[in-house]
């Protein structure tokens, strides 16, 4: 059964640990993402990113388990914090495919988070909306990968 994120998917979530164990059942967890990649169509900023055949070959290279480990890693540190010095500036616009993701799907900073994603500012993420966006992140490479 997939499951539309709303802000209330979360609400007894209190861990925030910093691994994210695909151990935990909350790993499978299956999202519904159409209507936020819908909505994310009509923003002419966030429909202008895409994967440049460089962004498909490195993740070709290096394997889906490789992008997602290095997702995991760059949203437990960029943006998991509750207090990001650069929030805003902090993810590059290019030089890696998750960082493109991260701008396409609105995951680059607390702010487009919040934002687009209902997940409030100024606290750390927990486990499980650091694996929301993970997934949202994963999703959207899948997406632009050749078939």
């Known amino acids: 059964m997939k499951q539309t994120f709303e802000p209330e998917l979360?609400?007894?979530?209190?861990?925030?640990?910093?691994?994210?164990?695909?151990?935990?059942?909350?790993?499978?967890?299956?999202?519904?993402?159409?209507?936020?990649?819908?909505?994310?169509?009509?923003?002419?900023?966030?429909?202008?990113?895409?994967?440049?055949?460089?962004?498909?070959?490195?993740?070709?290279?290096?394997?889906?388990d490789t992008i997602r480990h290095h997702a995991e890693d760059f949203v437990r540190k960029r943006l998991a914090p509750a207090v990001i010095p650069n929030d805003g500036k902090q993810t590059p616009m290019r030089g890696h495919p998750v960082f493109i993701a991260q701008h396409a799907t609105a995951c680059c900073c607390r702010g487009c988070f919040a934002k687009w994603h209902h997940i409030p500012a100024g606290r750390e993420l927990t486990t499980a909306e650091q694996r929301y966006a993970v997934a949202v992140l994963m999703e959207w490479i899948r997406r632009q990968m050749p078939r």
Request: proline share 4%; aromatic share 12%; no cysteine.
């Open 10 to 64: 979360f609400p007894d979530e209190t861990s925030n640990d910093a691994g994210m164990n695909d151990t935990d059942e909350s790993a499978d967890k299956t999202y519904d993402f159409e209507p936020l990649f819908e909505k994310l169509a009509t923003s002419d900023f966030r429909r202008k990113f895409s994967l440049k055949r460089v962004d498909r070959e490195y993740i070709i290279s290096k394997g889906m």
